[in-house]
């Protein structure tokens, strides 16, 4: 490694001397609030479902092969997990910060409803359509989803702390 680049990776240390730098702090996943620690679950749970989705073409959800398209869905569908984990981090680093009754949160817990609203939609329209479905995961899916869709809709309704 050159010296420049040395300086280069370790310039932003230098800004904190005497302090501790934030990226340097330990910082625990699970945070200090309820819904904090659902939140990182959240997310978590977005990256188990993207690693599930998008690299392999062998989702247990459905119990045969639906061709090409139910591929293409899959891996869709799993690139989009990656934007939902980062919303659920975000949507954590507010719960640390006691900044969920700010209006930009709110909108994110109600996008986040939305979005597990409709894919509640989607998996049911799936089961009523005759899609075969492996039943134990779709029921999980099923039951997270609702609990999404509560926790979500519960924040995006609380009041300000000082309102």
């Known amino acids: 490694m050159l010296p420049s680049q040395t300086a280069v990776s370790l310039g932003p240390l230098l800004l904190y001397p005497g302090a501790q730098h934030p990226m340097l702090t330990s ?27 998008f690299p392999s073409s062998a989702t247990p959800l459905f119990s045969q ?12 569908r ?12 975000v949507l954590k680093d507010a719960a640390d910060r ?3 009754a700010a209006s930009t949160f709110k909108q994110l817990n109600l996008a986040m409803a939305v979005v597990a609203a409709l894919q509640l939609w989607a998996y049911w329209q799936m089961s009523v359509a005759g899609v075969p479905l492996n039943r134990q995961l779709w029921r999980v899916l099923m039951g997270t ?8 809709d519960w924040q995006f309704f609380a009041k300000k702390a000082g309102a």
């Open 65 to 76: 092969d639906l061709g090409p398209i139910a591929l293409l869905l899959k891996q869709a």
């Open 27 to 53: 910082t625990c996943v699970f945070c200090a609030s309820p819904v904090g620690t659902f939140y990182a679950f959240c997310a978590g749970l977005a990256l188990l479902q993207f690693l599930w989705h």
């Open 98 to 100: 006691g900044r969920l």
């Open 145 to 152: 989803g609702l609990l999404v869709v509560a926790v979500c």
């Open 78 to 89: 799993g690139a989009g997990m990656v934007l939902a984990g980062v919303v659920w981090y």
